[in-house]
């Protein structure tokens, strides 16, 4: 007999919650086959089979709370379940209710096997959508082919006139009357960790934000003549994001308060450049750290940043992903902001935001231009930094976009 453990969870998380037991008692497993996925604040975990067996017994259930290495479920290595009903793994977990055994007896437990066939015909993405969201794909207006309810159905559900949805608590967390639908369900882990860590940042931080524009076009002209050439030599696309990230980083350099942290009364100054890049999920916004972006190519930052979206969106992402950082990078232009207050993320003391990029007319050596430009915002914590070291900071990375050129040359 050997023990499944939650996994050892690093000092800034303190526990996490079961969201989704993929076996059940009683059910064989090979090696590495997932067992249970725990969210934490930062990213969900998975919990694989140790080895070939079968698992026992399962100590914890889905939404209890698990410390780090808590014995979450018991597996018996080397065990068939010949003698086991068979599972399926994409069947949901038919729900236990009890009654009272007629002599009189203990209460036997009886497998309700109703609605099983109710989710039979849903894709696993709907399944996850519908635990997630707590909405019944039943009271949900299906648009796919024979009103069969689709992923995006779930994103932004339509009830049916008649739903009335509970949670698992039995609180109601959507009605429908008519047209007029309100939906309410629980914040997720990593949802309330956000919002914590936001509010955290406006009351507990002196946060300024200071504005500049650039002008896009030297980077969009230079993008256009080697992106494919840049393509086929290093294997992914060349974007705007690579370029942002070395001039933030030159920028550190010469501006070392913006990439130190507070520790209490004391200042850090840190001697390397690990970068965040805000990357949005099905869960939220995550901020993935880009490690010694000093000794990093453009190529290597392109690469590096397209394996954490695609993580990002499988929720594959991992603690070590997201540890550390010491100064952030969000682009909300990619959703089409034009100019926004980006909060800090403690306990860095600056975080730069980048926005949509829109023509506009601007006086060039007395003549009126349309050129492409963005507004960057640097929001600080001023405690740290002075408002002449941010309004510097943010003139560097504007003169390092404008005219790429001075990063290959080192000026």
Known sequence: MADIKAPVFPESVADGTIVEWH?????????????????????????????NGVVTRIVKQVDDTVLSDELIAEFEAGASADAAPAVDPNQPAAPVQERQATDGGEPVQVTDK????????????VRKAAKESGVDPKDVEGSGRGGRVTKTDMSNPTLKADSSIKSDSGRPVAESTGERTEKRVPMTRLRKTVANRLLAASQETA???TFNEVNMKPLMDMRAKYKD??????GTRLGFMSLFVKAATEALKRFPAVNASLDGDDIVYH????I??????????VVPVLRDTDSMSMADVEAKIREFGGKAQE??????????????????????SLMSTPILNPPQTAILGMHAINDRPM???????????MYLALSYDHRMIDGKEAVQFLVTIKELVEDPTMLLLDL
């Open 207 to 209: 946060m300024l934000t």
């Open 229 to 234: 050439q840049f393509e086929k030599r290093h």
């Open 114 to 125: 109703k609605g099983e066939a109710d989710h039979k015909d849903q894709s696993p993405a």
């Open 271 to 274: 001697g390397y450049y690990d």
């Open 276 to 285: 965040g890049v805000a990357v949005s999920s099905s869960r939220g916004l």
């Open 363 to 373: 006086a060039v050596n007395g003549e009126v231009k349309i050129l492409p430009m």
């Open 23 to 51: 076996v059940t008692e009683g059910q064989q497993v090979n090696r590495d086959d997932l067992l249970a996925e725990i969210e934490t604040d930062k990213v969900v975990l998975e919990v694989v089979a140790p080895d």
């Open 315 to 336: 929720g594959k992402l991992g603690l070590d992903d997201m540890m550390g950082g010491t100064f952030t990078i969000s682009n909300g232009g990619v959703f089409g």
